[in-house]
């Protein structure tokens, strides 16, 4: 009887360990939330107010116990911080930032440009709030592929006026490469609450690190994303999958946008210019998309090859070049005059010409790009033929610094290049018909 109790006593000690472990486990299992959603915010520069606005639109969303909203900012002239947005307590007061959101750390001054400081935020984010899910968002302004300094003109995101420093474009491809890396896995969605962003150009160096791409052709208003009407719905539905969470942001954009009017002429409460005339009411014009990354190096390939059927018949036939300007001058463009919507000159370039090749070339890109614009939403008339996604195609002078991106890897940047030294007459209406 003794050798039976004391088996049991052995066996329940043997046992002990196992069942502790397991707890454990379930414990640490049931600590790792639904997301994580990193906000890489630099208001080192003339947005400094709207840093602070945004995170405060972020706390209006409530707080939460499946999701981690994670916040980096560094302003200007200011130290930068970390804050955990949606663990704070709902007795949380301002403090000195007016922000009642959880003071993480305070780090010293961070030079924002520098795409390490964009990893490093993701792994501590990673390490401190792990989750089945990732988004994360850089926060600033933005122009598009090119670097800083580069020959007419410099393009990038988030640009730190303290280091005079940002990321270029390939910079943050290396970025996100490195951030995959972290995770074990693409980030979920990669978002970029900055102007001009959406670019076959970005997505080229992003692709294999994200999923989903969220950002704007054209220019931001500066109070940028309606952060409350992105997050309630992701609280109220934390088990919202990755997809229906990349198409719900811009949507909700479109909400926040499609009743507000420019400032301040063009603004419903100025009732007369200076000339005694009524000012016209006229909504913003904004964009924003979402593309899914598993389409874009179809969607690369497809352009390639109609770039390589429209060198072959440009330079054999005047009225075919002619028709290319024509599709360039005609198509929707955006505040950066060589970003042109890639939708719209696939449209045109279709239209213009009657070689069979080129349509069949054209449609091809047609049929990929459709699958791979999740979203897009628009407000205003300015940019009504926005379809989602831009590309590089200028009217004057080529950037050489653009035979620099991945996506000029394709025969896209020998089209340009072919097309402005033919001298053609960038005018929709300039079609020989006779010839076509």
């Known amino acids: 009887m003794k050798k039976h109790v004391l088996s049991i006593i052995l066996a329940a000690l043997?046992?002990?360990?196992?069942?502790?472990?397991?707890?454990?486990?379930?414990a640490e299992e049931t600590d790792i939330k639904k997301w994580t959603f990193m906000v890489f915010m630099n208001a080192d520069n003339d947005l400094d107010e709207f840093g602070v606005e945004d995170i405060k639109e972020m706390e209006r969303a409530g707080i939460s116990d499946d999701i981690n909203v994670i916040v980096q900012i560094d302003r200007f002239k200011l130290p930068a911080r970390r804050y955990d947005v949606s663990g704070r307590s709902f007795q949380s007061t301002a403090d000195d930032w007016g922000l009642k959101s959880k003071k993480i750390t305070e780090i010293s001054e961070v030079d924002m440009g520098d795409f390490k400081e964009l990893v490093?935020?993701?792994?501590?984010?990673?390490?401190?709030?792990?989750?089945?899910?990732?988004?994360?968002?850089v926060w600033n302004h933005g122009a598009g592929w090119k670097k800083r300094g580069a020959k007419g003109g410099f393009k990038g995101i988030s640009y730190d006026d303290d280091s005079n420093n940002h990321i270029s474009t390939k910079e943050l491809g290396v970025a996100?490469?490195?951030?995959?890396?972290?995770?074990?896995?693409?980030?979920?969605?990669?978002?970029?609450?900055?102007?001009?962003?959406?670019?076959i150009e970005v997505a080229c160096e992003l692709k294999d690190g994200t999923r989903y791409i969220v950002a704007s052709e054209e220019t931001e208003p500066g109070d940028g994303w309606p952060y409350h009407l992105i997050l309630e719905p992701l609280y109220k539905n934390p088990s919202m999958d990755v997809r229906d969470l990349a198409k719900m942001i811009p949507q909700?954009?479109?909400?926040?946008?499609?009743?507000?009017?420019?400032e301040?002429?063009?603004?419903?409460?100025?009732?007369?210019?200076?000339?005694?005339?009524?000012?016209?009411?006229?909504?913003?014009?904004?964009?924003?998309?979402?593309?899914?990354?598993?389409?874009?190096?179809?969607?690369?390939?497809?352009?390639?090859?109609?770039?390589?059927?429209?060198?072959?018949?440009?330079?054999?036939?005047?009225?075919?070049?002619?028709?290319?300007?024509?599709?360039?001058?005609?198509?929707?463009?955006?505040?950066?005059?060589?970003?042109?919507?890639?939708?719209?000159?696939?449209?045109?370039?279709?239209?213009?010409?009657?070689?069979?090749?080129?349509?069949?070339?054209?449609?091809?890109?047609?049929?990929?790009?459709?699958?791979?614009?999740?979203?897009?939403?628009l407000t205003g008339d300015a940019k009504k033929d926005a379809t989602g996604l831009a590309i590089y195609f200028p009217m004057e002078t080529f950037e050489e610094a653009y035979s620099g991106t991945k996506f000029a890897n394709t025969l896209w940047d020998e089209l340009i290049q072919l097309v402005l030294a033919s001298n053609p007459i960038f005018d929709p209406d300039q079609i020989d018909d006779t010839n076509l």
């Not at 043997?14 to 379930?26: D, E, G, N, W």
């Not at 984010?125 to 994360?136: E, I, R």
């Open 252 to 262: 909700a954009y479109f909400q926040s946008y499609f009743n507000a009017h420019d």
């Open 14 to 26: 043997l046992l002990a360990p196992a069942l502790f472990t397991a707890r454990i486990a379930q």
């Open 264 to 377: 301040p002429g063009d603004s419903p409460y100025s009732r007369k210019d200076k000339g005694g005339n009524p000012y016209q009411k006229r909504i913003k014009s904004t964009t924003l998309s979402t593309i899914d990354c598993s389409y874009i190096e179809d969607l690369v390939g497809a352009i390639d090859s109609l770039s390589e059927t429209l060198i072959s018949t440009v330079s054999k036939n005047k009225s075919e070049l002619q028709a290319v300007a024509a599709a360039v001058a005609g198509c929707q463009k955006f505040y950066a005059y060589d970003n042109v919507d890639l939708g719209d000159l696939v449209y045109y370039m279709s239209q213009n010409t009657r070689n069979k090749e080129i349509k069949e070339a054209a449609d091809k890109v047609k049929m990929i790009y459709k699958k791979l614009i999740v979203e897009n939403k």
């Open 120 to 137: 490093k935020f993701v792994k501590w984010a990673k390490d401190a709030y792990p989750a089945q899910n990732y988004m994360l968002t």
């Open 176 to 199: 996100v490469t490195a951030i995959h890396g972290i995770l074990g896995k693409p980030l979920d969605i990669f978002g970029m609450d900055a102007c001009l962003m959406q670019m």
